[in-house]
């Protein structure tokens, strides 16, 4: 039994054997590589899973990039899959059909009384779009934390805007009526369609809200870094998503770089010390998280294969090719001392060739 709880605490499998989940979150600091981390846990959970849906609502969206597939707004099978959807969708309110004069003025007043409300609609607008699809579970690849934590405060911030909706017709009366008269915009743009837009739109997000809240639905993956801003950010994150009552029981440290190289490197031997500094401290504050450590790979992490491989990892601890102060580990450094050797002698014949030449 304590093999297991050990292994446990360096993989996923939690996640994945959580059948009663629907949202899963992954989140952190920008650069950490949380869209290889949401693509690895889409394709882990759609092993397990009927069919899983993974959403960028990053604006700089990287899906495309690591599936090596186009994604839009409308869900997309991901090649190679049978129940595996992506979509990428700006958390912008697109404004295109809304920018005549008459509303110009209103929607202005409201947007900027309310920082975050365009988001909240448009994010409002998406959860029900998702919300009509059949999807055992959705996972988010979410944006740098402060625009998640933004998302997390979306329905205080639409109800704060529906405050201001509110104020704005008061104090208006039938004015913006005669606006939306005069400039011939029809009833879909009368202060009382807008307000139950914004209505509907805030039931949406309240009942998803709920569903954020309960631990047996949804779950936040926080992906980090081995360095002191990350780790500050994670803290951070952790203490949001805590305030806001959001279940967060995975960490998953990325880039890690293991003493396994058989010809040692100042460089090396210094990042790696620096890097188990700050491991230390996740085991220390997050001593009852289950902690994923990922290694840093010499190439980038593209397209299924790539990622399909890396996945192995998440659901068994990595282990290093080589352990310092075994027979193997000196014998393969000997062999590698020797080939290196050889390359200096072939690199010193060949200039000292040239320079005959010369």
């Given amino acids: 039994m304590a093999a297991e709880v050990e292994v446990l605490e360096g993989t996923v499998l939690n996640i994945l054997e959580q059948e009663t989940l629907k949202w899963v979150f992954v989140g952190g600091k920008g650069g950490v590589g949380k869209t290889t981390c949401s693509s690895i846990l889409s394709i882990l959970l759609a092993q397990v899973r009927q ?24 869900p997309t099978l991901v090649h190679g899959f049978s129940n595996l959807y992506a979509m990428e969708v700006d958390p912008k309110m697109e404004e295109d059909n809304l920018s005549d004069e008459g509303l110009e003025g209103f929607l202005s007043e409201l947007t900027n009384a309310i920082p975050g409300v365009d988001e909240a609609m448009s994010f409002a607008e998406m959860l029900k779009l998702v919300q009509t699809m059949d999807y055992s579970v959705i996972v988010f690849d979410t944006a740098p934390t402060g625009h998640t934590l933004r998302l997390l405060q979306f329905p205080s911030t639409l109800e704060k805007g529906l405050e201001k909706v509110m104020a704005l017709k008061n104090r208006f009366g039938g004015i913006f009526s005669q606006a939306t008269r005069l400039f011939g915009l029809g009833d879909e743009f009368n202060e009382d369609a807008m307000l139950g837009k914004l209505e509907g739109m805030k039931d949406v997000i309240e009942q998803v809200n709920k569903q954020f809240k309960d631990p047996d639905l949804t ?21 949001e998503l805590t305030k806001f009552e959001i279940d967060a029981h995975n960490i998953i440290i990325n880039q890690v770089i293991f003493d396994e190289e058989a010809v040692e490197s100042k460089l090396l031997k210094a990042r790696i010390k620096m890097q188990q500094k700050y491991i230390d401290q996740f085991y220390l504050l997050y001593d009852d998280f289950h902690i994923t450590k990922l290694p840093l790979l010499p190439e980038e992490v593209c397209g299924v294969e790539a990622l399909k491989k890396l996945s192995h990892h998440f659901v068994t601890p990595y282990k290093p090719s080589l352990t310092r102060g075994t027979v193997e580990e000196v014998q393969q450094r000997i062999s590698t001392l020797r080939l290196q050797l050889e390359e200096a002698e072939l690199e010193l014949e060949r200039l000292q060739k040239g320079k005959e030449e010369a």
């Avoid at 609502?57 to 186009?70: V, Y």
């Avoid at 779950?219 to 203490?239: D, G, M």
Wanted: charged share 20%; aromatic share 12%.
């Fill in 219 to 239: 779950t936040f993956v926080c992906v980090c870094i081995p360095e002191f801003l990350s780790l500050y950010e994670t803290e951070r994150l952790v203490q």
């Fill in 51 to 74: 069919s899983v849906l993974v959403i960028s609502t990053d604006p700089a969206h990287n899906l495309s990039d690591a599936f090596q597939q186009r994604f839009t707004k409308i």
